[in-house]
């Protein structure tokens, strides 16, 4: 009886397969802070500093100053470890925490490091994943109740993919990868002049554009590689008009990256980075917002474009 018993539990096992792995979250709720958006922005700040990160920058989404902000942060380990892998991974380096007011509190939120690792770096992330491991658990307990926070990380925003899922990421059938970037850059220059027009057209704020940050990846292999983040605030086919439509609390998606690679820029397909960062949006919806993905590239193009 024993062996038939043993026999059956090995069989129920081999027909169950392979356990499943544990889904990653594609945001963290940190909980309510109870302070205004300026207070729990400079708690943020704070916080991310006394523990070794880097602050890129920050900015309201939608220009909504009053209800929305957004801080971007990178760490020397991460930078680091993306100058080892291709390039394109290096969109990786900026991280993002959320605030939104609500009520009498403001809330925090964070794009969870591990997803966001695990999406870039893909088949290169087993090249770094210890120190981008150590980077993703540092980020999340920066954020403590001796700080003023909750002390808890919640998982929110839907997809419930796996680390091979996350590494795999399409939205559907038919629909981009990480590996499908579009080209901005009709046409080459060096990577001087190429930033030097980012910046210039960033600084004037043309067409409702706004640089919220820049970094740069540092790599041996003498590629020059630089991350911008931009903040999209025409009210016609920027942030006021998708992202009340996808959904506020997952704000820290944004801003929309751009990475300049030697002589030409790139950015994520946009039906491939929105679905990512709000992996639980129904077609229906992806449909009101269907011009998005190519206005951002319109506008993304105007911002790298050398004379």
Known sequence: MKHVAALFVLLSLTLAGPAMAAPIATYLDLG???????????????????????????????????????????????????????PQRGLAAALKVGLRRDAETSRVTMTNPDLIFRAYLQGDYAKVAAPLGVVAKKAVGVFTAARGFAGKAA???????????????HYMFGMEYFGDQVKLSGTKADFAARTKAIEARLADGSGGMKKVFSV????????RVAVYGVGLLDPKKGEPF???IIGVDHLAALPYELVVIDTDAYMLHGRYRIALHWPALTMGTFTKIISTP??????LR???RVK
């Open 32 to 86: 309510p802070v109870a302070a205004t958006l300026d207070e729990t922005e400079a708690k943020v700040k704070e916080a991310l500093a006394a523990d070794g990160f880097t602050l890129l920058g920050s900015y309201a989404p939608m220009g909504d100053a009053a209800a929305y902000r957004v801080v971007v942060y990178t760490h020397d380990d991460l930078l680091k470890a993306l100058g080892t892998v291709a």
């Open 155 to 169: 998982p929110m925003g839907g997809g419930d993919l796996d680390s091979d899922e996350v590494a795999d990421y």
């Open 242 to 244: 998708f992202l009340p």
């Open 302 to 304: 105007e911002v790298v």
């Open 216 to 223: 740069t990846i540092p790599r041996a292999d003498g590629k």
């Open 294 to 299: 190519g206005e951002i590239e319109e506008q």
